[in-house]
């Protein structure tokens, strides 16, 4: 089992990096809140890993930290939670936020998170409960919704950036743009669509 990654970046397009430790290329899958604490290709970075193995493919997940890697761990044996959702969970809310939702019942949160439907948070609530009663929240209950707020928000900014940049405008630009009508946004299509309206002038 692979477990920890220390190497170069050479590849950085969310949600797949390529890492380069000592003339090895790895591909790794992280999820975005992993991703923005990176830095740019040809700097350092130090990743814990999961390897998941299939018939078909071997695939490394990488992640910030250990408390990451265990949530992880930890949804993907939820029925009906494969390593995507998975990735797309911890993309959206950091862990402590998230044992705060479980243990709140708060469905309303977790539905906001990008895969997950009433059904999925609810069934992430019944089987997750027991298994993250040894997460404690570091702050104060509000802080840490105001914390999960902050990672839905960076996320929806994360994703219009892709897609501006995908579009052919320049980073820099693209997040001017976004920076602009962030306010203004209830999810990354409206972020999109406003960012373009703006740079129309209409």
């Not at 380069?20 to 999820?31: F, K, L, S």
């Not at 802080?143 to 707020?149: F, I």
Request: hydrophobic share 45%; aromatic share 4%.
């Amino acid at each position: 089992m692979i477990g920890r990654l220390q190497g170069v970046i050479v590849e950085k397009q969310a949600p797949e990096l390529l890492l380069d430790v000592n003339g090895v290329g790895y591909e790794i899958q992280a999820p975005i809140s992993t991703f923005a604490m990176l830095g740019k290709a040809g700097s350092q970075a130090t990743l814990y890993t999961h390897l998941a193995i299939r018939e078909d493919a071997h695939q490394l997940y990488g992640f910030s930290d250990k408390a990451q890697r265990t949530l992880f761990r930890t949804l993907i044996k939820v029925s009906g939670v494969g390593p995507k959702l998975a990735l797309a969970i911890l993309s959206g809310m950091d862990v402590n936020a998230f044992a705060l939702c479980v243990h709140n019942e708060d469905v309303s949160a977790l539905t906001k998170l990008p895969g997950v439907g009433k059904k999925t948070a609810e069934r992430l609530i019944v089987e997750m409960r027991d298994r993250l009663k040894e997460w404690q929240a570091p702050a104060p209950l509000w802080a840490a919704a105001d914390q999960a707020d902050r990672a839905v928000q960076d996320n929806m900014l994360l994703e219009a950036e892709s897609a501006l940049i995908a579009l052919g405008y320049k980073p820099q630009d693209a997040a001017k743009m976004l920076n602009k009508v962030a306010a203004e946004a209830d999810s990354s299509e409206d972020l999109i669509r406003l960012a373009l309206k703006s740079t129309l002038g209409q």
